[in-house]
């Protein structure tokens, strides 16, 4: 089973940009749906974008219009392109994979280490 491993977080102002990795390592995501999901220091995981095998996209409501997400699927891997970074995007990024896309993080039974990102003020 392939493991997914996140790079890319770090420190950003606020209005700056960041770009996400996430790759598939021991094997493929072919198929699946590609999920990004974030948590905040005391809050539940929360949804914030997808993109399914198709390249269909769906995101939430509170990066719609900042952030893209995108996919190389001849690389295995998923990005996040974060723009105009708010401080309330501070939190630890996760992606997850699965064949059926879905906002809510209880469908997924593993994750990766996940990627700090942190928005200073």
């Known amino acids: 089973q392939a493991q997914l491993v996140e790079s890319g977080g770090g420190l950003v102002q606020a209005g700056g940009s960041l770009r996400l990795s996430c790759a598939a390592s021991g094997g493929t995501f072919s198929g699946y749906s590609m999920h990004w999901f974030r948590q905040a220091p005391g809050k539940e995981r929360e949804f914030v974008a997808f993109i399914r095998w198709s390249g269909s996209t769906y995101y939430s409501d509170s990066v719609k219009g900042r952030f893209t997400i995108s996919r190389d699927n001849a690389k295995n891997t998923v990005y996040l392109q974060m723009n105009n970074v708010k401080p309330e995007d501070t939190a630890v990024y996760y992606c997850?994979?699965?064949?059926?896309?879905?906002?809510?993080?209880?469908?997924?039974?593993?994750w990766g280490q996940g990627t700090q990102v942190t928005v200073s003020s």
């Open positions: 997850a994979a699965r064949l059926g896309a879905t906002i809510n993080a209880r469908d997924f039974r593993s």
